[in-house]
């Protein structure tokens, strides 16, 4: 049974930087597409980042209010796919979820920036 396991939330003051990962146990699809949501208070959840395995690479997505400021990165050897965020504003604040192919989500990751 595959488990997505996130780390690397936390507290950081505006205009800081966090970086999150996200672990895939188990056997997975060799092409599939890895993601990070969020959901802050009282909103509904969102796709922050998405990176898919392609032949060849990889293709990623991003919201356009993280575009420039937040990249997303996968290690397929590890099953592992990371989210680097820089120049963190406080409406970037809420509990980041990892996906697995649309369909599998991690525990979720608590980032709260401060202003």
């Known amino acids: 049974q595959v488990q997505l396991v996130e780390s690397g939330g936390g507290l950081v003051q505006a205009g800081g930087s966090l970086r999150l990962s996200c672990a895939a146990s188990?056997?997975?699809?060799?092409?599939?597409?890895m993601a990070w949501y969020r959901q802050a208070p009282g909103k509904q959840r969102e796709l922050v980042a998405s990176i898919t395995r392609v032949a060849g690479g990889s293709r990623t997505n991003y919201a356009d209010s993280v575009k420039g400021r937040f990249t997303i990165s996968r290690d397929n050897a590890k099953n592992t796919v990371t989210l680097e965020m820089n120049s963190l504003n406080p409406e970037d604040t809420g509990v980041y979820y990892c996906?697995?192919?649309?369909?599998?989500w991690g525990q979720g990751t608590l980032v709260t920036v401060s202003s």
């Open positions: 188990g056997t997975i699809p060799r092409f599939n597409t």
């Open positions: 996906n697995l192919s649309g369909r599998l």
